[in-house]
Nanobody, 128 residues
Framework: QVQLAESGGGLVQAGGSLRLSCAASTRTFGGYAGGWFRQAPGKAREFVAA????????DYADSVKGRFTISRDNAKNTVYLQMNSLKPDDTAVYFCAAKELRYYAGSIYYTQEQYDYWGQGTQVTVSS
């Protein structure tokens, strides 16, 4: 069982930046694809960004493309989400997710159902 712990959320003004971290309890995190999702009040959880096992493949939701960057450091068992030019619409609880993979090192995943493990979430609030 892998445990994921997000950190780095907080309150920021519009136009500001935050960096979220997701630390995994496993020392073999290089065997997991990673993803970030978010859920705003009253809305369904939505995909934000995904990264392959090696970090060589990434993709983003259209709403964050060009502003957010997902990355990973497998030596530290951590996935990051750098969020720049934040908007009030980015206000949500952000969740990291991991999918265990033995093969398909370059694959990324877009739906919640495809992920095996989830963190508890970290609140991001962007004020106007």
């Amino acid at each position: 069982q892998v445990q994921l712990a997000e950190s780095g959320g907080g309150l920021v003004q519009a136009g500001g930046s935050l960096r979220l971290s997701c630390a995994a309890s496993t020392r073999t995190f290089g065997g997991y694809a990673g993803g970030w999702f978010r859920q705003a009040p009253g809305k369904a959880r939505e995909f934000v960004a995904a990264i392959s096992r090696s970090g060589g493949t990434t993709d983003y939701a259209d709403s964050v493309k060009g502003r957010f960057t997902i990355s990973r450091d497998n030596a530290k068992n951590t996935v990051y989400l750098q969020m720049n030019s934040l908007k009030p619409d980015d206000t949500a609880v952000y969740f990291c997710a991991a999918k265990e993979l033995r093969y398909y090192a370059g694959s990324i995943y877009y739906t919640q159902e495809q992920y095996d493990y989830w963190g508890q979430g970290t609140q991001v609030t962007v004020s106007s």
